[in-house]
């Protein structure tokens, strides 16, 4: 066996323009894995936190009929406490449940603030400013002022003030449809600017106190929805059917859904598809670069089939010239995906920092992603694809290894 | 005591729907030691005879006893067992593998039987090299040695596990008059030192002089064998 480790390593030095080209097929191909792959975890990673933050929670509860109506802002269905108790005892009880951390109201409402040229539409939530910051991710994200705290105050995004010509500090008159469907306006101070490449943040968003936005609305104590978040995002779906008993022994299992985010988002569901259908991808593309070696072992086999002659009449069996050959094409493997992993690496490693500008794309898509994808550099990434490569490569080269093993070794040697 | 017993033995090859004999009933014995050659003209036989002999082909009918065995029943891992333990080749091609140095391409036979240890199979080797002539010649590969060096080489190679036969399928071939009457000598020597039974192919009347034992064969059938004191 080490012998003819010995001559395949060899051996890969006999043609070295065509060693360099398989070796460099194959190293592209990993590097590309590791790349897509790092690209794919960044978007799939800060997409399933950008929903988490801003639409899922770990868990959600709404009214079962404001799911079809959540587009429209409905303020008919809210979530507004479960049998005898009340929307705060409500939320009590279920941050009690075990492994629920956070209860976070959300009441979301359609708004509107007229300036010379135009009445700029938004969107309005009323939160609890300080679970936000703790919650989300919007700290880092508020370039001027603060938080909405209390009374009549607003936080909105750089694009939606420059849109209505507003600056931090001063006020903006609103105008919203109450619960009771009648036209009112209101004027609020801007205490704080968010700067963010999502849209839905700098240029629709506009975060106003839950109880200033629930007395303005005729909502006292109601909220369009109830985030909760959990211990552990991945154990959401563990800590569901307590939500769910809890609801249910309250009498609220037919007013209420609770979903987790795994099964509350079909854009996320469709991400996680993805991640599957991806792998597959990954394997046909080490498939394609595969053909080179392929081609490349086939060419060796012809060249070398005198040769072959001989090692068969010296003795060597059919699994051993077999062995020569996929040696021969698994140390190309290892070479091509050793190379590929680190180029691939260092890839991901400097878009990391600086990330990929997909704005362009994202304009009119109507799905919460941040149009700046950060590749993620992970070692995993790298392992996975050297080890693809060289697990397919080896593979694949059983083809030409098994036509070399088959030959006779009387006409191999006749072989000019 | 007879090292091979051919009795009976034939070789069709299928032509598309054609049956081409290659050989058409040889009864041969060749005893231990011999240094026996194979001749005749082209297409004669002499080719396939070795194969068969060597364990490299099968007969369409008769038998061959290697050793007093018959190997006829034999799937080819067996016949490649048999050819790594008792059988030595020697091309007319030469055949070394290119990337090895001359050290190595000797080495590669004996790494085959894996009874030797590293210090053993190299004292071997470089006794062996040293024995063909080419022992400050270990460490060059073959595009930087001779055609006779290379021929020694493989000379070396096909003896290093001490076979109990050699089987050359016109060995000097692509080699001068000079260079082949060297090559035959070592061979000759190697034969008488080892014992060695030799049976090899040509159709170079220098090379039969060298031989103790003529065979001739003409459209696959022995026509004449003559032994030589």
Excluded at chain 1, 219 to 225: A, G, R, V, W
Excluded at chain 1, 386 to 404: D, K, W
Excluded at chain 2, 134 to 159: T, W, Y
Excluded at chain 2, 197 to 215: K, N
Aim: hydrophobic share 45%; aromatic share 8%.
């Amino acid at each position: 066996m080490k012998f003819l480790m010995n001559i395949a390593f060899k051996n890969m030095f006999r043609n070295k323009l065509r060693t360099i080209v398989s070796i460099l097929a194959i190293a592209f191909a990993v590097m590309i894995i590791v790349f897509a792959r790092g690209l794919i975890d960044g978007m799939i990673e800060d997409t399933y936190s950008l929903y988490i933050h801003y639409d899922t929670g770990h868990i959600k509860i709404i009214d079962q009929e404001y799911e079809q109506k959540e587009r429209l802002l409905s303020l008919q269905y809210t979530v507004n406490g479960v049998g005898n108790k009340s929307f705060s005892e409500m939320k009590e009880d279920l941050n009690n449940l075990e492994g629920i951390k956070m209860v976070i109201p959300r009441l979301k409402f359609g708004a509107a603030v007229s300036t010379e040229e135009e009445l700029v539409q938004m969107l309005a939530w009323g939160v609890v400013g300080a679970k936000e910051l703790q919650f989300t991710n919007l700290e880092r994200q508020l370039v001027e002022g603060r938080m909405v705290k209390s009374g009549r105050e607003v936080v909105m995004g750089t694009k939606l003030l420059a849109k209505i010509n507003k600056s931090v500090g001063e006020d903006v008159t609103m105008v919203y449809t109450t619960a009771f469907s009648s036209f009112q306006g209101a004027t609020f101070e801007i205490v704080g600017k968010i700067e963010s490449n999502l849209p839905l943040l700098n240029e629709q968003l506009v975060f106003m106190p839950l109880d200033t936005a629930q007395r303005l609305l005729y909502l006292n104590n109601e909220s369009t929805e109830l985030l909760l978040v959990t211990n552990n995002r991945e154990q959401a779906n563990e800590y569901l059917p307590a939500v769910k008993n809890y609801l249910e022994k309250n009498g609220g299992a037919d007013k209420y859904l609770a979903q987790s985010w795994k099964n509350g988002n079909s854009f996320i569901q469709l991400l996680e598809v993805s991640e599957t259908i991806y792998n597959f991808v990954y394997l046909f593309l080490v498939l394609l670069s595969s053909i080179v070696v392929i081609n490349t072992l086939v060419m060796i086999v012809k060249e070398r089939t005198q040769e072959i002659g001989m090692m068969s009449a010296l003795g060597l069996k059919k699994k051993e010239v077999m062995l020569l050959f996929m040696l021969e094409g698994s140390a190309m493997a290892v070479v091509g995906s050793f190379f590929g992993a680190l180029a691939g690496g260092a890839l991901n490693y400097y878009l990391s920092g600086v990330g990929f500008d997909y704005s362009a794309a994202f304009e009119d898509i109507d799905v919460l992603m941040n149009p700046i994808i950060y590749p993620t550099f992970k070692i995993e990434h790298m392992l996975f694809a050297f080890a693809i490569g060289v697990i397919v490569t080896t593979l694949t080269a059983i083809i030409p290894a098994r036509r070399a093993a088959k030959l006779d070794p009387t006409e191999a040697l006749r072989e000019i | 005591m007879s090292l091979i017993k051919l009795r009976g033995l034939e070789k069709t090859y299928q032509q598309g729907k054609i049956a081409v004999p290659a050989l058409r009933g040889i009864d041969l014995e060749v005893e231990s030691g011999e240094f026996t050659t194979i001749f005749g003209p082209s297409g004669s036989g002499k080719t396939t005879l070795l194969n068969m002999i060597g364990c490299l082909d099968k007969s369409t009918a008769g038998e061959i006893i290697f050793d007093e065995h018959s190997i006829n029943d034999l799937n080819s891992k067996e016949l490649a067992e048999v050819r790594r333990y008792n059988l030595g080749f020697i091309f007319q091609s030469y055949n070394l593998i290119p990337v090895l140095t001359a050290f190595e391409n000797v080495e590669f036979a004996i790494r085959l039987i894996e009874k030797h240890s590293k210090k053993e199979r190299r004292e071997r080797v470089m006794s062996l090299l040293e024995e063909v002539g080419l022992g400050e010649m270990a460490d060059r590969r073959p595009n930087e040695l001779s055609g006779g060096q290379k021929q020694r080489v493989a000379i070396a190679r096909a003896l290093i596990k001490e076979p109990k036969l050699v089987l050359a399928d016109e060995p000097t071939a692509n080699l001068d008059s000079e260079t082949s009457k060297e090559v035959l000598e070592l061979m000759e020597e190697m034969n008488s030192e080892l014992n060695t039974t030799f049976i090899f192919s040509t159709h170079d009347p220098q090379v039969m002089d060298y031989a103790r034992r003529l065979i001739e064969i003409k459209d696959g059938k022995i026509t004449n064998d003559q032994r030589r004191d």
